[in-house]
């Protein structure tokens, strides 16, 4: 395959900049068509980015002889569907995260695209960043000794769009997004922990809607330990009065301290609590780095760290922490 001609299913606000150019910019990649359903914004798109092609409907895209890999660009609600129709088409697959509404919905989006023989992608971007990837050499090098604790943190305040009931946005809609902005952001920090230290194995947690603002937890707290034995702690609450954005990880010589977001320095603290920092500048269209992976492991030139197994892993966990409060406020409809 000399190159891989991309289709993109919902192109929205993700695709204008962070990763929508990307696909015609790296070698042996085209972009061929795109697709939304509002015709005149889909058509829109594909004129500003110069594509050949758009649709109003997924499967006029998906079916489109021309496009050999589909990217699927659309709240979570629809991943499941689009996936399966994809792979049914024989089309190379890669979905925005989080990868599904639930777990289960993870697993057949894996067992089907394994018996159409396609590859199946998710967005974890952050996997093929280069502080991210300084990061994991510095754990996997000894430079901290033995990863013994992890802690997280985040927060953020309620902005006024969460305020008016009957406008919400999609992502605190869970028979939409699966959740709130844990699931939207946490999903984050989760696969990036699952890509530095390994699998998480165990969890415990709790779930809250403290401004009751709308369906979804704005609150959630966990502990979990890797399959290393790990042991980790986590906090994330979306209705604070300040922001935070913090995961530490301590081993027996010293630390490491970063933020998901953002490109902020990379805080590495030795024995003596010598401080060591790293830059790194976050490339303007930051899933670049990881498609280029998606497009080599597609061609059989290389491999994609972020794959349909990897991702399963991450709603596991998000699963396993909001369970409690979904079987509660049934905040979750399966279709």
Not at 228 to 241: C, D, E, K, L, T
Not at 302 to 315: F, I, V, Y
């Amino acid at each position: 395959m000399q190159k891989v001609r991309w289709g993109i299913i919902g192109c929205g606000n993700v695709t204008e900049v962070k990763s929508g150019p990307a696909f015609y910019k790296l070698e042996n990649s085209e972009l061929v068509a795109v697709m939304r359903r509002n015709a005149d914004l889909a058509k829109d798109f594909a004129k500003r980015h110069n594509i050949r092609k758009w649709y109003s409907d997924a499967e006029s895209l998906i079916n489109d002889p021309e496009v050999d890999a589909v990217y699927i660009a659309t709240p979570p609600s629809t991943h499941k569907k689009y996936t399966i129709l994809a792979a049914q088409a024989g089309k190379s697959v890669y979905v925005e995260k989080p990868m599904a509404l639930t777990f289960e919905e993870c697993n057949e989006m894996i067992a089907i695209c394994r018996f159409q023989k396609v590859p199946l992608f998710v967005a974890y971007y952050r996997r093929a960043l280069p502080r991210f990837i300084k990061i994991k050499a510095l754990i996997d090098s000894g430079a901290i000794g033995i990863p013994r604790i992890v802690n997280c943190m985040q927060f953020r305040e309620m902005a006024s769009i969460y305020q008016d009931p009957d406008n919400l946005p999609w992502f605190v809609k869970p028979e939409i997004s699966g959740g709130g902005l844990f699931v939207d952001l946490a999903c984050h920090t989760l696969d990036i922990l699952d890509f530095l230290l390994g699998k998480i194995t165990s969890i415990k947690g709790h779930a809250h809607s403290q401004a009751k603002a709308y369906p979804a937890e704005d609150c959630v707290s966990m502990s979990f330990m890797f399959e290393n034995h790990i042991q980790g702690v986590g906090i994330w609450n979306f209705v604070a009065s300040f922001r935070e954005d913090k995961v530490e990880i301590i081993g027996t010589k010293g630390k490491i301290v970063f933020a998901t977001f953002g490109d902020s320095p990379i805080s590495y603290y030795v024995e003596n609590n010598q401080l060591h920092q790293y830059h790194f500048e976050n490339p303007k269209h930051i899933q670049m780095p990881f498609i280029q992976t998606v497009i080599n492991n597609i061609q059989g030139n290389g491999s994609c760290s972020s794959t349909g197994e990897s991702a399963a892993r991450t709603s596991w966990v998000i699963d396993e922490v909001l369970k409690e409060y979904r079987a509660a406020s049934n905040t979750i409809s399966h279709k």
